[in-house]
């Protein structure tokens, strides 16, 4: 995507980018600094010493510095089979929950057959209800299938449509698109599988992309989930992990944070990536693919 | 299509008109598209959910069996004043903290869209606090709000406020926990990124050729092309409001004096702390009727703002 | 066939009979043999997690147990502590839970009067341990309609910290064995200086069950009264006790206000406080620390003359759901036996006197004397007033006494509101 930012010939052309949007770069550095307080917090109680962390008044640059935190997070907790297992996990899940997510939305949004908007609003419902009442029923089922201990009840929800909230958003932006392109298809003899893989779902990179940052984020950072259905330890997923470092009593703050910012890494750094890819931040015409 | 147009052309007529045989397809296909939705909802929903609703019909003290109580939970529901003091708190944070979320957001989001260099950058910066593990994020939070050390009471210091309690205080709890959820309007404001760019440029162009400043075309074009979106926002941010219940949990556990009780945490501690899974239930219930009464509204209304593209024939 | 091929035959399938009979009855008597030896009773066990050297200790605990049992094969989890209690139920109503568990003063009433629990009393009986060997009474927090529910891992309890150096000073004496709270209240004045964040005195936990109560009994008061069904938090006695509190923090000003400690470290941690009334599990994070510290003994009311200090536990308990109840109840002899409570000695105050007088466990907790708070305790240590219900009304009263510490409301309305709810909670009592 070509845009006017890549195009700099001379000095003049960089006031006049600045002169225009400078009031956009002071908003930016404003909130921005705001949004970053967070994660530099996080990141600097991660290299200090226990009693450091809560030390008044606060310091924002630890001193001494410890890098020790990271190397005994290690030692602690098998940090590299919590990775894997959080990345099976949540690789399969967010997979799973992309796709039938697409395929329910356009269901929903292109296609019309009776019921149909009774049913999406019990889709809608079905999250209305908070999991505490339906937990312990759903741990029976899960018993009954044999899937205890195991990432089952983790994954294989998500392949059946698990995600409504995900359904409703895709739904929405399917609906957005224009039905010009659907209909020329249509008197092409193109069926409503080829309509779907080949005109709407090229169109909706955006939002698939979305879905997809949500769902990882969401089953990355899931602690109740594999909490309840998990027993092994080396079933554990990173933040099932993270809590070991919190007893009843006690927290162990600088080893809690340092293993925090490895669990957000891969994160921050799958984000980054992905929203360059589907998210361009430049208006292009809905017709372009 | 094409079987329709040799029968025509050959002159022969068919006894089923091509016209419903189409209409017929598609409904199977629709039917066959939401399949893996239907699967999921009877195999994994039906029964926990049939169960929840007859569970509030009981006492069930979990770890013994359920005894028929008839509506006596719900009829508890209704003298219980500490369920009317959570539907307060809760109400009260919804309609403060989704109207800020979705205005907020949405201003960010225009702020992402303009055409900045590193505009990549600036999104993973607006997104951070998301990114962060909630426990890591709320310890966080306990610390900026504290009164005496924290940053917050110290920046207003700085400029003459003696800062309140927050967190401690009656009146300012639950405010500080609005003031906190609005770190994360990262969430909604991606939505919005990925629904600006679908708007077509040729749209803008239109506007500008007749002479439109940017106001106008933020009025007349992208927000009726965003309404959808909007709309999504709107309603998740109902439902989503109105199960808080992590935060609260971890900062506060719902004091002090009940200023935080939500009613997803009241609901928690019924459930499990006070062997009360059947009360707990019937709280569910009556916090399922209530989201789905505003939502329906919503639903009905939406029909007067919300645009969609892809509106333009029958439905 | 002839005859005699068949004969032959014959003699011949019973030989190759008899050959192939033979790998086969010996395999089935070292079966048998080995059969006996490997018919150990799996038995899982489930924890919260505590931290890294407690983990450690207690599965060295366990691996010397399944060194010299015949009958159980212990195994054990640990888990996060945070919805503990939570993941245990669901699974109990699941049918998926574990044979032994830990469990903590505030859920064993929950369970015994439900029946998740198994009634070890008779088991005691039958097999005739000796637990006259115990300090700690475990028929007040463990039991529950005369049965007993749990087995001992360790008393934790309320201590008294003195820091020496602010002490020394300031030119204070450290305190007699003997003395009130005027006593302490006036060394506190002496010792708090607000513009350096130094305060004489800190308590914390502050609300019930912690360390308040022990000012409510001293002041002749009580949290609930004997038969646990009535909250007596409104009485003068009760409210003198939780007025001196709130008088440190608002009128003498000799300990920080709860919205300077909420979410921060210990300050008794950062040397800024003299006189520190915490939890005896707060002792490993003090030794970390370069801070020259003792234990003191607990001051009296000057009025009444009463010395509390209130106690908490930690036991194992059966979980009704067990598969082998032999093979469990042999765990669990063990584990709360003198020999789990040996294995660990490093981790609370154990609960046999054979134990807490012994040399190793004193050694561990030099130079200071344990003995200080673990007399205490025996002298004056207040049960927990479990009860079925304890985490319900403890919320509550948790919650309504809370305007009352940061001066936002009084004590009288305070507690008047706290007894309100708890009596409200009480009624609606089905045991």
Aim: proline letters at 5%.
């Amino acid at each position: 995507m070509r845009t006017t930012v890549d195009t700099y010939r001379r000095p003049s052309d960089a006031r006049r980018h600045f002169g225009q949007f400078w009031w956009v770069y002071l908003l930016l550095i404003l909130f921005g600094t705001l949004m970053m307080a967070p994660l530099f917090w996080l990141l600097s109680s991660s290299l200090k010493t226990e009693g450091a962390i809560f030390r008044l008044p606060p310091e924002w640059i630890p001193n001494p510095i410890r890098w020790s935190n990271y190397s005994e997070v290690f030692d602690r907790i098998p940090f590299a089979r919590g990775w894997w297992n959080s990345t099976v996990v949540t690789t399969l899940a967010t997979l799973g929950q992309v796709i039938s997510a697409a395929f329910v939305a356009f269901g929903f949004a292109r296609l019309r057959f009776p019921g149909r908007d009774a049913l999406f609003l019990v889709l809608i419902a079905t999250v209305m209800i908070p999991y505490h009442v339906t937990l312990i029923p759903t741990y029976v089922l899960f018993r009954e299938l044999d899937w205890l201990d195991s990432f089952l009840p983790l994954i294989v929800p998500a392949w059946f449509g698990g995600g409504a909230l995900y359904i409703f958003l895709l739904r929405q932006f399917f609906m957005r698109l224009s039905f010009e392109l659907d209909d020329a298809a249509r008197v092409d003899g193109a069926s409503i599988w080829q309509i779907f893989i080949g005109i709407v779902l090229p169109q909706s990179k955006p939002a698939l992309g979305v879905v997809a940052i949500f769902s990882f984020l969401a089953h990355w950072n899931d602690f109740f989930g594999p909490f309840i259905y998990l027993n092994s330890t080396d079933k554990y997923t990173l933040p099932l992990m993270l809590r070991l470092f919190q007893s009843l009593e006690s927290t162990e703050w600088h080893l809690l944070m340092a293993a925090s910012v490895m669990t957000a890494i891969p994160c921050i750094v799958l984000y980054f990536v992905a929203q360059r890819y589907f998210i361009q931040g430049v208006v292009f015409t809905g017709l372009k693919g | 299509m094409a079987t329709a147009s040799k029968t025509l052309v050959q002159g022969l007529t068919t006894t089923k008109p091509p016209f419903l045989n189409h209409r017929r397809r598609e409904a199977i296909g629709g039917y066959l598209f939401i399949l893996p939705w239907i699967i999921g909802v009877v195999v994994f929903l039906l029964g926990p959910i049939a169960a929840s609703f007859y569970f509030s019909l009981t006492n069930y003290q979990v770890v013994k069996a359920p005894e028929w109580a008839g509506l006596a939970n719900y009829r508890r529901l209704l003298n219980d004043d500490l369920f009317w003091q959570a539907l307060k708190v809760t109400t009260i944070y919804v309609a403060i903290s989704v109207p800020l979320g979705l205005v907020l957001s949405f201003l960010v989001a225009l702020l992402m869209n303009q055409r900045v260099k590193g505009i990549g950058f600036w999104r993973t910066i607006f997104y951070l606090p998301n990114l962060i593990p909630l426990v890591a994020g709320t310890m966080l939070w306990l610390w900026m709000f504290n009164p005496q050390f924290g940053l917050i009471n110290g920046f207003l210091a700085r400029i003459g406020i003696d800062g309140p309690l927050w967190l401690q205080s009656q009146q300012w709890a639950l405010p500080s926990l609005i003031i906190m959820n609005l770190w994360g309007v990262g969430g909604a404001t991606l939505i919005y990124l990925a629904g600006l760019q679908g708007i077509p440029t040729d749209l803008y162009d239109a506007v500008a050729v007749d002479g439109g400043g940017a106001w106008a075309k933020l009025w007349t074009i992208t927000i009726p092309q965003m309404t959808p979106v909007i709309f999504y926002n709107l309603v998740l941010g109902l439902i989503a409001g109105f199960q808080v219940f992590a935060q609260p949990l971890i900062l506060t556990g719902g004091g002090p004096r009940y200023s935080t009780l939500f009613v997803v945490l009241y609901l928690y501690q019924n459930a499990f702390a006070n062997f009360r899974m059947g009360y707990a239930s019937a709280i569910a219930w009556a916090l399922f009727l209530i989201i789905l009464v505003l939502t329906l509204i919503i639903f009905k209304f939406s029909n007067a703002w919300v645009y969609y593209e892809g509106d333009t024939r029958k439905r | 066939m002839t005859t005699v091929g068949n004969s032959r035959r014959m003699s011949r399938r019973a030989v190759a009979l008899g050959a192939a009979a033979v790998p086969f009855a010996a395999s089935a008597a070292i079966g048998l043999a080995s059969a006996s030896a490997q018919d150990k009773q799996d038995v899982r066990i489930a924890s919260y997690t505590v931290n890294d050297t407690w983990n450690a200790t207690v599965e060295e605990m366990i691996a010397a147990f399944n060194a010299q049992s015949t009958l159980a094969n212990a195994s054990i989890e640990f888990r996060p502590g945070d919805q503990y209690w939570d993941k245990l139920q669901t699974e109990y109503a699941g049918g998926q839970a574990p044979d032994i568990t830990l469990v903590n003063s505030e859920w064993i009433g929950a369970g015994a009067s439900r029946g998740m629990f198994v009634d070890l009393k008779p088991l005691y009986e039958r097999d005739q341990v000796d637990q006259s060997d115990l300090w700690f009474d475990m028929t007040t927090d463990w039991g529950w309609e005369g049965g007993q529910y749990g087995a001992l891992l360790y008393v934790a309890g309320q201590a008294l910290y003195v820091n020496k150096d602010l002490l020394d000073a300031a030119g204070e004496p450290m305190p007699a064995v003997d003395w009130t709270w005027d006593d302490l209240l006036e060394s506190a004045k002496r010792l708090t200086n607000e513009a350096e964040g130094q305060y004489g005195i800190y308590i914390g936990p502050l609300p019930p069950p912690h360390w308040s109560c022990a000012f409510v009994q001293g002041a002749g008061g009580a949290v609930l009264n004997d038969a646990r069904d009535e909250c007596t938090l409104n009485t003068a006695e009760a409210r003198a006790g939780l007025q001196w509190i709130v008088d440190l923090m608002l009128a003498h000003k000799v300990m920080p206000t709860v919205g300077a400690t909420e979410g921060q470290e210990n300050p008794f941690l950062a040397n800024k406080i003299a006189y520190f009334f915490g939890g005896t599990w707060e002792e490993s994070a003090i030794r970390t620390t370069e801070i020259n510290w003792d234990f003191a003994h607990m001051p009296a009311h000057p009025t009444t003359g009463i010395t509390s200090v209130q106690l908490g536990s930690n036991a194992w308990s059966m979980l009704s759901t067990t598969g082998d109840e032999d093979a469990t109840w042999e765990v669990l002899k063990y584990l709360g036996g003198p020999d789990g409570a040996q294995a660990l000695v490093s981790l609370g105050v154990p609960g046999f006197n054979s134990v807490v007088e012994s040399a190793e466990y004193q050694e561990l907790h030099r130079p200071q004397d344990i003995l200080v708070p673990v007399s205490d305790f025996r002298e004056f240590g207040h049960d927990y007033y479990t009860t079925p219900d304890a985490a319900e009304w403890l919320t509550a009263v948790v919650n309504e006494l809370g305007p009352m510490w940061t001066g936002e409301d009084t004590v009288e309305n305070s507690t008047q509101r706290a007894v309100d709810r708890v009596n409200e909670i009480f009624s609606m009592r089905t045991f």
